[in-house]
């Protein structure tokens, strides 16, 4: 019985630890996807107002 007992006690701390990494990273997520939000608010709002793309295809990548 307390070979059981041990084990349902390791599974127990293991839903719990990974629950509140769960947790986190759906804080996470939902603080970037907001963020993500407002930088296209803004670019969307800077084109508006006659601004040039900031990505219009024609840049070269940093590496060269």
Do not use: C, W
């Amino acid at each position: 019985m307390t070979e059981h007992e041990e084990k349902l006690a390791h599974l127990e701390r293991v839903t719990d630890e990974m629950s509140a990494v769960i947790a986190r990273q759906d804080k996470e997520i939902a603080l970037l996807t907001r963020r993500v939000q407002m930088l296209m608010e803004a670019e969307a709002h800077r084109q508006s107002q006659g601004g040039e793309h900031i990505f219009n295809g024609n840049e070269r990548p940093p590496h060269y």
